[in-house]
């Protein structure tokens, strides 16, 4: 059985990816920040539906204890399987954006990336076999209005997938990053809703969480050994 950890796991496509990589047959490890009543429920309801699963909470912007925690985790037994969804918004023109809006959004995205990563890298190398998928966004490949944070954070995740995914290949070990566009969720529904989702989609809807999940579980699995260094889009057309 391997070992996933999926950072931002409680999140609507969190979730998602948390139940496909737990009906795969991965032990699955639900990463949150604050939200610990939604993460240890989520992992309650994987348990229920016979899978092995646990909470992780952790602050990703504190590199140290992130060391601290998933150091002695992959220690006990490999991480195989790392999502790197974590992320999160502060949209406002640059003109008049904050000095912590800028850092927050990188810290997280970027900077939790290598909190993250560093710590489960070489005990994955050593298993000769290894996933590390990082979670961008169509922000990256085209930028938005109001998301030059976002989309610096999301875009430095691809170049550093592209790094890494040199440094480990030949330990069996891929790296890849996963673009999606609109995806269904609380927030999007709130920002936007069916008609303008349809000018900006070329499929004319906003794609499902589920949808990402299986191309998240394919990258992660025996048939995508082959495939390294690259940015797979989801967008329905956008880009």
Request: proline share 4%; with cysteine.
């Amino acid at each position: 059985m391997k070992r996933a950890l999926v950072t931002g796991g409680a999140s609507p496509l969190g979730a998602a990816i948390c139940r496909h990589l737990a009906a795969a047959g991965c032990e699955v490890i639900v990463h949150v920040h604050a939200g610990r009543d939604r993460g240890e429920a989520l992992a309650a309801e994987l348990r229920a539906a016979g899978a092995v699963a646990q909470a992780l909470v952790l602050d990703l912007t504190d590199v140290a204890a992130a060391e601290r925690v998933l150091a002695p985790l992959a220690e006990e037994r490999a991480v195989q399987i790392l999502v790197h969804n974590a992320g999160t918004h502060q949209d406002v023109p640059l003109a008049g954006m904050a000095e912590w809006q800028w850092r927050q959004v990188i810290e997280v995205s970027l900077t939790g990336f290598y909190a993250v990563t560093r710590p489960l890298l070489l005990p994955m190398m050593a298993t000769r076999c290894g996933r590390i998928l990082a979670i961008s966004s169509v922000s990256a490949l085209l930028g938005n209005r109001g998301q030059v944070n976002y989309a610096a954070a999301k875009a430095g995740l691809i170049g550093a997938v592209k790094a890494l995914a040199r440094e480990v290949a030949s330990r069996g070990v891929t790296v890849n990053a996963i673009a999606p566009g609109i995806i269904a969720s609380p927030a999007v529904e709130a920002a936007l809703d069916s008609r303008r989702i349809a000018e900006l989609v070329p499929m004319r809807r906003a794609g499902r969480p589920e949808e990402v999940a299986a191309l998240v579980g394919f990258l992660c699995s025996d048939a995508a050994g082959y495939i390294t260094g690259q940015t797979v889009s989801i967008n329905g057309g956008m880009a």
